[in-house]
């Protein structure tokens, strides 16, 4: 198989951690007769440093060229600390959703038993969660008008759904639940938002061309308290841009670490692969970040974008080797584990490599 992957480091630590996704598709690809030809783009912070734009028209000409992209992090603290400012990393990665139309975003909690001690969960409560979430991407109040008025006292988001875009996702969740326990659960707050009701109306319809799946509705205020109290009855969840963003970040603690979460957004062409952590700035550049998210990420483009079980199988499998042999980094690691155990980002890097190799 010939394919060619964009990897777009983006700030902070998506430099360091997507040097080791790359190096784990370079192993599968010389161990399984493939052939990944690798480009490399700039965007967010880096960018507006460099030219003054969070996505530059080279970097969104390469994407919209390339197979499939694997992306690190996006973020600058400059900006968090100035909400006036104009320009924003964040803006490149909103605009290169909606230009490669990635509307569906696809965030696997995957539970490894090796760190049921790394997640401020009871591991009782934790053991045999296998989550799937289905997060629309390029609707909801982040892509609405927004308003502040001259005097800096009122400040306005729209929220808004077209129906398309809540069918299109819903009927990506609904097939992945045929595949999975057959069980859906939508999350909303259809009692309070009309964007909620649009939403939960358009699930209701689709789901009677889906009558082997059990579907269930539940307010988002409803499903993030279970989220905690009972993970392990949820399987695949599908909700709106803000609600996902928020549930799936509370779901890292499942986990045990943000840095164990791959994504995959999907549409109708190129697929963008990114670990959910941000640049978290305060460690980049001091080998602390964990690459476990990233590798993760490049075994969810070989199964989703590229179809190859059996390689995106190889590397979920040396992570968990690698887990099983008692390697962390600092942020899975407990009071238990030996400090000669723990591992800076190159190191863990590096023995996943190894037992894919």
Request: glycine content about 8%.
């Given at each position: 198989?010939?394919?060619?992957?964009?990897?777009?480091?983006?700030?902070?630590i998506?430099?360091?951690?997507?040097?080791?996704?790359?190096?784990v598709l370079?192993?599968?690809?010389a161990k399984?007769?493939?052939?990944?030809a690798f480009?490399?783009?700039?965007m967010?912070?880096?960018?507006?440093?460099a030219?003054?734009n969070p996505l530059?028209d080279?970097?969104?000409a390469?994407?919209k060229?390339?197979d499939?992209?694997l992306?690190?992090?996006?973020?600058?603290a400059?900006?968090d600390?100035?909400?006036?400012?104009?320009?924003r990393p964040?803006?490149?990665?909103?605009?290169?959703?909606?230009?490669?139309?990635?509307y569906?975003?696809?965030?696997?909690?995957?539970?490894f038993d090796?760190?049921?001690?790394a997640s401020?969960?009871k591991?009782?409560?934790?053991?045999?969660?296998?989550i799937?979430?289905f997060?629309?991407?390029?609707?909801?109040?982040y892509?609405?008008e927004?308003n502040?008025n001259?005097?800096n006292t009122f400040a306005?988001?729209l929220?808004?759904?077209?129906?398309?875009?809540?069918?299109r996702?819903?009927?990506k969740?609904?097939?992945?639940?045929?595949t999975r326990?057959?069980?859906?659960?939508s999350?909303?707050k259809?009692?309070v938002?009309?964007?909620?009701?649009?939403?939960r109306?358009v699930v209701?319809?689709?789901?009677?061309?889906?009558p082997?799946?059990?579907?269930?509705?539940?307010f988002?205020?409803?499903?993030?308290?279970?989220l905690v109290?009972n993970p392990?009855?949820?399987?695949v969840?599908?909700t709106?841009?803000?609600?996902?963003?928020?549930?799936?970040d509370?779901a890292s603690q499942?986990?045990?670490?943000m840095?164990?979460l791959?994504?995959?957004s999907?549409g109708?062409g190129t697929?963008?692969?990114?670990?959910?952590?941000?640049?978290?700035?305060?460690i980049?550049?001091?080998n602390?970040?964990?690459?476990?998210?990233?590798?993760?990420?490049?075994?969810l483009?070989?199964d989703?974008a590229?179809?190859l079980?059996e390689e995106?199988?190889?590397?979920?499998?040396?992570v968990a080797?690698?887990l099983?042999?008692?390697?962390?980094?600092g942020d899975?690691a407990?009071?238990e584990?030996?400090?000669?155990?723990?591992l800076?980002?190159?190191e863990?890097?590096?023995?996943?490599?190894?037992?894919?190799k």
């Open positions: 198989m010939r394919k060619n992957i964009l990897i777009i480091p983006g700030d902070g998506g430099q360091e951690v997507t040097t080791w996704g790359k190096q370079e192993a599968i690809a399984y007769g493939h052939e990944f480009d490399e783009a700039i967010g912070h880096t960018a507006i440093e030219t003054g530059p080279e970097t969104l390469k994407a060229a390339s499939a992209i992306f690190g992090a996006i973020g600058h400059k900006y600390n100035d909400p006036s400012a104009k320009v964040e803006q490149g990665l909103l605009k290169i959703r909606k230009e490669l139309g990635l569906a975003n696809l965030r696997p909690i995957l539970l090796e760190l049921l001690d401020s969960l591991p009782e409560v934790l053991r045999g969660t296998d799937l979430f997060r629309e991407l390029t609707g909801d109040v892509f609405g927004k502040r001259a005097d306005s988001d929220m808004n759904y077209h129906r398309y875009e809540v069918e996702i819903a009927r969740a609904f097939e992945a639940a045929r326990s057959k069980k859906l659960c999350v909303d259809a009692n938002l009309e964007t909620s009701r649009l939403w109306e209701q319809e689709l789901a009677l061309q889906y082997d799946v059990e579907t269930e509705h539940m988002i205020d409803n499903a993030a308290m279970q109290k392990k009855k949820f399987d969840v599908l709106a841009n803000l609600f996902g963003d928020i549930l799936t509370e499942i986990a045990g670490s840095g164990m791959a994504s995959a999907m109708d697929g963008f692969f990114e670990p959910i952590h941000g640049s978290a700035h305060d980049a550049g001091q602390k970040a964990n690459p476990l998210a990233s590798i993760l990420s490049a075994a483009m070989l989703i590229f179809g079980q995106a199988k190889a590397v979920t499998n040396a080797d690698t099983k042999a008692g390697w962390r980094t899975i407990n009071a584990t030996p400090a000669d155990k723990i800076g980002t190159n863990m890097g590096a023995k996943v490599l190894a037992f894919i």
